[in-house]
């Protein structure tokens, strides 16, 4: 269980859960559609890739055809041997997996088919129940969040003395990455100028925005890494972070949400993927016309598919990296809201300075209720998904969002119980 | 008082004598900001106060801004800066506004408004605004007035220069820009990076919020040639007329191709017919051609006589700019350099040499003054007006930077160099070598004044830390 990235995952019945699990009411198969026996991830993907005709690989080939990539390529060699982070990222750049870029084009594209469109409509170019704008839509969220991750993939560098030896390799490797990630975003904007929709546009804009600020959200630790806040105080919460109904074309909550437990986390979870994804949709709908409505419910149809992507990406990584999973990741931030004791162990790596004990707080989150409340939030979740979903009329797209949501909460909770 | 309640400033601009030479465009502090100015009998008729025939005023009381080297243009004598002033004026602020709107993290906003902070030239504003004024002058005649949409294409024009600016500091690993220390000298390259992109992605909604399909287009071009252009730094080509071709396509990518852009996007934000955008468009592509290649005409020229050594800071880069290509005509040893990319030792030395026995930087200057002449050429054909002047001058100041106000900028500088609280870092930065001090980024930025030797900076630098070190004890 875990780890390959082509594994292909089984999933126990939907019925047999109920005996194990606390809620009982796990998505009727009337949401999942007849033969929602097994839910198995590649083969919901693939048939979702079918249905809306997704090219299998995002790596068209054409755009590797490029006088620029192969500049850059060629200086890639120069990077082999040194540990630059790009190294590290290339292979998921490349290869497709769960934790990546390839599917928020496919959801994008399941959402936009899954609303249809009006008849006025029907003179535009489509296929598959896909306006040809949305698919270049679908392309050009895909190329903006892979623009952002290689950027995401420079090393720390600052000046010559702190790096040491491997300076040059590493500056190197930073001119690629920069390169190539700003070739990427510029093709963006230039795609988006052909779409001759400025509302998509600003829209699309804002969630790069956002991208960038979950970069710097809360606390940063020596090494470039995110750290929880500290917990506030129950009686001092003014708010919650309703990010359902805010204006999404200004930025995105606020700093007071650091400390807030679940609300940090949905506000990290939304800048760093939940935007970009939720705007995607959003965008979708403009193209096809289908009013501030529609808007709307596709705006929260991919920020909950956000949320519950990635609550199964911090679980996952919770288990199966026990000794440097990630310190704002669900379980650790519910666990620190919950019992605000946890918390000690961060903060006394902080003031001693030194690395957090990872084995430590790895029992001590296990040790508290916070998984149970995880699971809590997976299904809530999911039921948002699937309420969601509700108001987009073609069955088939729609069903295979649900396919999507509930495989992703299967394999979560399989975590969770072992 | 104006019709919006504001005072009216213009009086004290006729009267008051401010030293010659574009300033920080931070003078008068808050000002009317609205798109028209104040009109002489204001609260009177009309939106649009006859403004041009104002300014007609004003120029002609204007002193010549020139030391003489500038052709007489008769009684109008128009320097572009003073004439915009007003509308420039809250162009930085403007930029840090919408910046800070959008974004809680302080740490970021701080990288991003970095080169916002109205030192530098404003050049690309400048002109987008002031062909903005231009066309709507050739337009709509004496009543046209600055659209706030082409104001905001000076700003995204600015931010994208800054965008790129910050981007290509980490490529290059530059110390120094606009007197300060770059911004990959304060923070690491991955913060720089998404600093950029930041501001990115703020330039494209504000570009998108002019909702206008054909400026969209025609500003999303820019980034995509400004990352091209940087590419193609990357790449060689082999044959000697390949090189000077594929020099001037990554000039103009890098350079003209915002100028031009931002100005043809004015010109089609005021309406003006397809001939009048395309002339538009002819003179930024000049001009930023002629700006560019003064540039690196100015890495040979200006290094050997402030510095007293070669510095040249593009052939250490292994870059291989116009003056070498012009000088490997009559020094066909300069083309293995040039394929090498100058990193053997001695190339840089070498290479100098022979750019300045050879007739490169004659050359040079020639290619220069023959853009600079065509922009003009171009700009005469709109319609007559103090801003259809302002363009003619434009183009001699790009051409005569090194005598009229660039120097009187720089020196300028020079003197709020010293009092900036993060020069403070020349002191903390010991790899700073002489060498690193004096190789500064090269596009349209200042550099350090002729005549001060980097002993004297140093010392300078010394003076103040320990002037500051005083005061605190005291």
Known sequence: MGGGIMDIYHIRNGRSLMVTGWHTSFPPSSCLGPDSGELNWRAVVSEAEQMVGYPTSFLNLRWLFNDEIAVAATQLRKLVGTNHPLLKSAKNILVGSKSNLQSVGLVVLLVSKAAGFGPDQLVEQHSSGVLNAQRALAEIVEMKRTGHIIHKAMANLRDRRASGGQYEDLLCGNKIVLLSGDYLLAKCLKHLGDLRNNEVTELISTGLRDLVEGDFFGEIDADGNPLPSKPKASNTIERNYDWENENNLGKLGSNDFLGQGKDEWKLRTMLTSGSLLAKGCQAAMMLSKQGMEMEREAYRLGGHLAMIWQLYLDVKDFFTHPHSYSLVGAPVIIAIWEYPTVYGHIFEAKLEKRGVDFKQLFYAVRSTRALEYLRLLLHEELMAVVRCTERFPVEDARLALNKMAASIHSEAVQFLDS | ??????????????????????????????????????????????????????????????????????????????????????????????????????????????????????????????????????????????????????????????????????????????????????????????????????????????????????????????????????????????????????????????????????????????????????????????????????????????????????TAADLRLGLATAPVLFACEKYPELNPMIMRRFQEAGDVEKAFELVHKSRGLEQTRFLARKHGLEAARLAAELADSPYQKGLVVTTDLVLNRIKTYRARFVAQRARTVEKHPSFQCVRTLPELSERSLLIQRVRGTDRLPKFESVQSLLERSERALVKQRVRALE
Request: proline fraction near 4%; hydrophobic fraction near 40%; aromatic fraction near 8%.
């Open chain 2, 1 to 310: 008082m104006c019709q919006f309640g504001h005072k009216v400033r213009r009086q004290t601009v006729f009267v008051k004598l401010k030293p010659p030479g574009p300033t920080p465009l931070r003078i008068f502090g808050r000002t009317c900001q609205r798109v028209t100015t104040c009109g002489p009998a204001c609260g009177s008729t009309g939106v649009v106060p006859a403004a041009a025939g104002a300014v007609r005023r004003l120029a002609s009381s204007l002193q010549s801004t020139s030391t003489g080297s500038l052709p007489d243009y008769g009684t109008q004598i128009v320097d572009p800066y003073r004439l915009l002033e007003d509308d420039l004026n809250g162009i930085y602020e403007d930029i840090r506004s919408e910046l800070e709107r959008n974004t809680n993290q302080a740490e970021l906003n701080t990288i991003a408004t970095y080169y916002f902070d109205g030192q530098g030239k404003a050049l690309r504003p400048m002109v987008a605004i002031l062909m903005a004024r231009a066309v709507n002058y050739h337009v709509y005649g004496e009543n046209s007035a600055l659209l706030p949409s082409q104001r905001q294409v000076a700003m995204i024009s600015e931010m994208i220069h800054s965008a790129s600016l910050i981007h290509d500091d980490v490529i290059d690993q530059s110390d120094f820009r606009r007197g300060k220390p770059s911004v990959n000298v304060l923070w690491n390259h991955k913060k720089v990076a998404m600093a950029g992109d930041f501001i990115l992605a703020v330039a494209s909604m504000m570009i998108a919020r002019l909702r206008s399909d054909e400026v969209t287009l025609v500003l999303s071009q820019v980034v995509t040639d400004l990352v091209q252009g940087e590419f193609m730094q990357l790449g060689s080509k082999e044959t000697e007329n390949e090189r000077f071709a594929h020099y001037l396509t990554k000039t103009y990518r890098k350079t003209a191709s915002l100028i031009a852009n931002s100005v043809k996007a004015v010109a089609l934000l005021s309406g003006a017919d397809e001939a009048t955008s395309e002339l538009a468009f002819q003179y930024g592509r000049n001009l930023g051609l002629s700006f560019q290649l003064v540039d690196d005409l100015l890495d040979f020229v200006s290094s050997a006589q402030a510095m007293g050594k070669p």
